[in-house]
């Protein structure tokens, strides 16, 4: 069963406009959350991360909030530009250093 | 070199050979993972070595033999694979103590016929 879940597999965005990627988890004991962002031919790298201590952190375009009730984040481009055009995976880890489970990742299309 | 770097990028096997996938890392980290991208499926976390020591094993079949000669390398061994084992490996590393920041390497596309 994924603990980790991306439920759309695609997303198509228009340059300067908002895109909102989101993930699901299943597992109460996660406490870390990360985005890593990959393109073709490349390993993915790491984008944003948040605490369960917290419920929102912003890195200049990138916001990543999370909703603990819910058990569930979403990541936010503001504004969205071509060169953001990748997967985007969410990942999440349990407290102790644990590894980290991954989502699907999420195809996400910036069009000029 | 900087980073994370694998080789070969491309490889095509059949079911009877042996071949091995090579990983380094120059960041001077001291733990390394390969992970498994089957398509449409989540990145599966394969093994993990802390300092050169195996620590996780997550249930993978033995025709996948790592080695981690030291913090900087890391190999994977494989023999008699089958055709479901096609898919992206991608070997990682980090610090121990901050194992969720993880830097990965380009990954090698592997298809076995």
């Known amino acids: 069963d994924q603990q980790v879940k991306q439920n759309s597999p695609s997303l198509s965005v228009q340059e300067g406009r908002i895109s909102i990627l989101n993930c699901d988890y299943t597992n109460s004991m996660f406490d870390y959350f990360l985005w890593y962002k990959k393109y073709p031919a490349e390993g993915p790298t790491f984008l944003i991360s948040?605490?369960?201590?917290?419920d929102k952190n912003e890195d200049g375009r990138f916001t990543v909030f999370l909703n603990k009730s819910a058990k569930h984040l979403s990541l936010h481009i503001v504004p969205s530009q071509p060169g953001d055009s990748a997967v985007y995976f969410c990942?999440?880890?349990?407290?102790?250093?644990?590894?980290?489970?991954f989502g699907k990742g999420t195809r996400l299309s910036v069009i000029a | 070199e900087t980073g994370v770097t694998q080789t070969p990028r491309h490889l095509v096997m059949g079911m009877t050979n042996k071949k091995s996938l090579k990983c380094e890392q120059h960041?001077?980290?001291?733990?390394m993972y390969w992970y498994k991208q089957s398509a449409k499926k989540p990145l599966e976390l394969m093994f993990v070595y802390n300092f050169k020591e195996q620590t996780e094993n997550n249930s993978v079949p033995s025709r996948f033999s790592p080695e981690c000669p030291n913090s900087s390398h890391l190999f994977l061994h494989l023999h008699t694979l089958q055709p479901e084992d096609s898919a992206l490996y991608l070997c990682?590393?980090?610090?121990?103590?901050?194992?969720?920041?993880?830097?990965f390497g380009p990954g090698t596309r592997l298809l076995v016929l």
């Open positions: 960041l001077g980290h001291n733990a």
């Open positions: 948040i605490s369960s201590i917290k």
């Open positions: 990942a999440a880890s349990a407290w102790g250093n644990t590894p980290l489970v």
């Open positions: 990682a590393s980090s610090q121990i103590a901050d194992q969720e920041t993880q830097y």
